[in-house]
Protein backbone atom coordinates (compact mmCIF):
# COMPACT_ATOMS: atom_id res chain seq x y z
CA UNK A 1 0.00 0.00 0.00
CA UNK A 2 2.68 2.49 0.96
CA UNK A 3 4.55 1.69 -2.15
CA UNK A 4 1.64 2.50 -4.27
CA UNK A 5 0.79 5.48 -2.60
CA UNK A 6 4.34 6.52 -3.19
CA UNK A 7 4.00 5.81 -6.85
CA UNK A 8 1.16 7.75 -7.20
CA UNK A 9 2.55 10.63 -5.69
CA UNK A 10 5.49 10.35 -8.22
CA UNK A 11 3.52 9.91 -11.12
CA UNK A 12 1.33 13.00 -9.69
CA UNK A 13 4.75 14.89 -9.09
CA UNK A 14 5.91 13.96 -12.75
CA UNK A 15 2.74 15.51 -14.49
CA UNK A 16 2.85 18.60 -12.48
CA UNK A 17 6.33 19.32 -13.94
CA UNK A 18 5.33 18.66 -17.09
CA UNK A 19 2.59 20.73 -17.09
CA UNK A 20 5.04 23.42 -15.35
CA UNK A 21 7.61 23.10 -18.17
CA UNK A 22 5.10 23.04 -21.04
CA UNK A 23 3.91 26.62 -19.95
CA UNK A 24 7.30 28.13 -19.54
CA UNK A 25 8.08 26.57 -23.12
CA UNK A 26 4.93 28.35 -24.20
CA UNK A 27 6.09 31.74 -22.41
CA UNK A 28 9.57 31.64 -23.63
CA UNK A 29 8.64 31.23 -26.87
CA UNK A 30 6.14 33.84 -27.09
CA UNK A 31 8.28 36.34 -25.48
CA UNK A 32 11.06 35.03 -27.76
CA UNK A 33 8.62 35.55 -30.97
CA UNK A 34 7.76 39.04 -29.74
CA UNK A 35 11.52 40.37 -28.83
CA UNK A 36 12.69 39.16 -32.61
CA UNK A 37 9.31 39.13 -35.07
CA UNK A 38 7.19 42.20 -33.32
CA UNK A 39 3.83 41.76 -32.02
CA UNK A 40 2.32 40.98 -35.44
CA UNK A 41 4.06 37.65 -35.42
CA UNK A 42 2.53 36.19 -32.41
CA UNK A 43 0.29 33.45 -33.51
CA UNK A 44 -0.67 30.79 -32.03
CA UNK A 45 0.44 28.46 -34.73
CA UNK A 46 3.98 30.36 -34.77
CA UNK A 47 4.43 29.95 -30.76
CA UNK A 48 3.41 26.12 -31.10
CA UNK A 49 5.88 25.33 -33.64
CA UNK A 50 8.81 27.38 -31.62
CA UNK A 51 7.44 25.14 -28.26
CA UNK A 52 7.34 22.16 -29.80
CA UNK A 53 3.73 21.90 -28.97
CA UNK A 54 0.32 21.70 -30.72
CA UNK A 55 -2.11 24.69 -30.62
CA UNK A 56 -4.55 22.95 -28.49
CA UNK A 57 -1.81 23.00 -25.62
CA UNK A 58 -1.36 26.72 -25.69
CA UNK A 59 -5.48 27.27 -25.07
CA UNK A 60 -5.13 24.39 -22.71
CA UNK A 61 -2.94 25.81 -20.68
CA UNK A 62 -4.05 29.18 -20.66
CA UNK A 63 -7.37 29.37 -21.80
CA UNK A 64 -6.89 31.65 -24.70
CA UNK A 65 -4.59 34.22 -26.38
CA UNK A 66 -5.00 37.70 -24.34
CA UNK A 67 -4.37 35.30 -20.84
CA UNK A 68 -1.35 33.77 -22.78
CA UNK A 69 -0.08 37.07 -23.23
CA UNK A 70 -0.79 38.79 -20.18
CA UNK A 71 0.87 35.99 -18.64
CA UNK A 72 3.91 36.53 -20.45
CA UNK A 73 3.07 40.70 -20.15
CA UNK A 74 2.89 39.94 -16.02
CA UNK A 75 6.45 38.53 -16.12
CA UNK A 76 7.71 42.02 -18.11
CA UNK A 77 5.72 44.12 -15.66
CA UNK A 78 7.58 42.50 -12.86
CA UNK A 79 11.02 43.38 -14.06
CA UNK A 80 9.61 46.94 -14.58
CA UNK A 81 8.68 46.85 -11.04
CA UNK A 82 11.84 46.26 -9.72
CA UNK A 83 13.42 49.28 -12.08
CA UNK A 84 10.97 51.61 -10.91
CA UNK A 85 11.73 50.69 -7.48
CA UNK A 86 15.84 51.23 -8.10
CA UNK A 87 15.24 54.59 -9.46
CA UNK A 88 13.27 56.27 -6.14
CA UNK A 89 15.10 58.05 -4.30
CA UNK A 90 14.34 57.50 0.02
CA UNK A 91 14.95 61.30 0.57
CA UNK A 92 12.48 62.82 -1.88
CA UNK A 93 9.33 64.03 -1.15
CA UNK A 94 5.98 61.85 -1.28
CA UNK A 95 4.26 63.71 -4.22
CA UNK A 96 7.63 62.96 -6.49
CA UNK A 97 7.76 59.36 -5.18
CA UNK A 98 4.45 58.75 -5.95
CA UNK A 99 5.15 60.16 -9.76
CA UNK A 100 8.14 58.51 -10.29
CA UNK A 101 6.71 55.45 -9.53
CA UNK A 102 3.91 55.82 -11.41
CA UNK A 103 5.86 57.33 -14.49
CA UNK A 104 8.48 54.36 -14.28
CA UNK A 105 5.55 51.59 -14.43
CA UNK A 106 3.41 53.30 -17.31
CA UNK A 107 6.69 53.19 -19.18
CA UNK A 108 6.13 49.38 -19.70
CA UNK A 109 3.28 50.06 -22.26
CA UNK A 110 4.62 52.85 -24.56
CA UNK A 111 6.49 52.47 -27.78
CA UNK A 112 6.54 48.87 -29.77
CA UNK A 113 7.59 47.32 -26.98
CA UNK A 114 4.44 47.67 -24.90
CA UNK A 115 2.24 46.32 -27.39
CA UNK A 116 2.25 43.25 -25.68
CA UNK A 117 1.21 44.63 -22.40
CA UNK A 118 -1.48 47.22 -23.96
CA UNK A 119 -2.96 44.26 -26.24
CA UNK A 120 -3.01 42.11 -22.96
CA UNK A 121 -4.83 44.95 -20.95
CA UNK A 122 -7.20 46.52 -22.75
CA UNK A 123 -8.41 42.70 -23.84
CA UNK A 124 -9.11 41.87 -20.54
CA UNK A 125 -10.55 44.95 -19.27
CA UNK A 126 -13.11 45.00 -22.18
CA UNK A 127 -14.64 42.02 -20.93
CA UNK A 128 -15.10 42.86 -17.61
CA UNK A 129 -12.51 40.40 -16.66
CA UNK A 130 -10.18 40.52 -13.66
CA UNK A 131 -6.67 41.89 -15.10
CA UNK A 132 -4.07 39.41 -14.89
CA UNK A 133 -1.47 41.86 -15.05
CA UNK A 134 -2.63 43.26 -11.83
CA UNK A 135 0.33 42.77 -9.71
CA UNK A 136 0.25 42.72 -5.59
CA UNK A 137 4.21 44.46 -5.66
CA UNK A 138 2.49 47.08 -7.08
CA UNK A 139 0.54 48.29 -4.42
CA UNK A 140 2.66 47.33 -1.34
CA UNK A 141 5.29 48.89 -2.74
CA UNK A 142 3.13 51.97 -2.29
CA UNK A 143 1.71 51.33 0.67
CA UNK A 144 5.28 51.85 1.55
CA UNK A 145 6.21 54.57 0.20
CA UNK A 146 3.10 56.26 1.96
CA UNK A 147 3.44 54.69 5.17
CA UNK A 148 7.15 55.50 5.20
CA UNK A 149 6.39 59.40 4.32
CA UNK A 150 3.40 59.25 7.23
CA UNK A 151 6.29 58.19 9.65
CA UNK A 152 8.04 61.05 8.90
CA UNK A 153 5.31 62.98 9.16
CA UNK A 154 4.81 64.44 5.64
CA UNK A 155 1.43 63.28 5.70
CA UNK A 156 -0.73 62.71 8.63
CA UNK A 157 -1.43 59.64 11.12
CA UNK A 158 -4.76 59.87 10.16
CA UNK A 159 -3.75 58.79 6.62
CA UNK A 160 -3.97 55.28 5.71
CA UNK A 161 -1.59 54.25 3.76
CA UNK A 162 -3.35 50.63 2.29
CA UNK A 163 -6.29 52.59 1.48
CA UNK A 164 -4.28 55.47 -0.46
CA UNK A 165 -2.22 53.07 -2.53
CA UNK A 166 -5.66 51.37 -3.52
CA UNK A 167 -6.90 54.35 -4.74
CA UNK A 168 -3.62 55.15 -6.16
CA UNK A 169 -3.78 51.85 -8.33
CA UNK A 170 -7.56 52.65 -9.70
CA UNK A 171 -6.37 55.98 -10.76
CA UNK A 172 -3.12 54.52 -12.18
CA UNK A 173 -5.20 51.20 -13.82
CA UNK A 174 -8.30 53.53 -15.28
CA UNK A 175 -6.14 56.00 -16.74
CA UNK A 176 -4.02 53.88 -18.38
CA UNK A 177 -6.95 51.99 -19.69
CA UNK A 178 -8.28 55.12 -21.37
CA UNK A 179 -5.16 55.84 -22.64
CA UNK A 180 -4.86 52.32 -24.48
CA UNK A 181 -8.28 53.51 -26.48
CA UNK A 182 -6.04 55.92 -28.62
CA UNK A 183 -3.45 54.61 -30.85
CA UNK A 184 -0.48 55.90 -29.25
CA UNK A 185 -0.32 56.07 -25.63
CA UNK A 186 1.12 59.06 -24.32
CA UNK A 187 3.13 58.02 -21.06
CA UNK A 188 3.51 61.63 -19.70
CA UNK A 189 0.03 62.59 -20.60
CA UNK A 190 -1.51 60.09 -18.61
CA UNK A 191 1.22 59.96 -15.86
CA UNK A 192 0.16 63.83 -15.40
CA UNK A 193 -2.93 62.77 -14.56
CA UNK A 194 -2.02 60.23 -12.45
CA UNK A 195 0.14 62.88 -10.23
CA UNK A 196 -2.33 65.63 -10.68
CA UNK A 197 -4.91 63.18 -8.76
CA UNK A 198 -2.93 61.84 -5.84
CA UNK A 199 -1.47 65.20 -5.19
CA UNK A 200 -4.72 66.75 -4.65
CA UNK A 201 -5.84 63.48 -2.61
CA UNK A 202 -2.42 63.92 -0.54
CA UNK A 203 -2.76 67.49 0.39
CA UNK A 204 -6.04 66.60 2.16
CA UNK A 205 -3.70 64.71 4.81
CA UNK A 206 -1.26 67.43 5.06
CA UNK A 207 -0.79 69.36 8.09
Known amino acids: MLTKQADTGLKFNKRQLQKEQTQQRILNSTHQLFLTEGFNALKTTAIAKLAGVSEGSIFAHFGDINRLFAAVSQIQTES ?19 AAFSNAFMSCFGGEAG ?5 SIFGTALDGRKMDVEIASLIEF ?3 ILQTSINRGELSDKAEA ?13 NIIAGLRSDNFDVDF ?14 AFRF
Open 115 to 119: MLMRY
Open 190 to 203: NCNKVKTCMAALLA
Open 80 to 98: YVVIAKARLDGDMHVDDQV
Open 162 to 174: RVLAQIWYSVLMS
Open 142 to 144: MVE
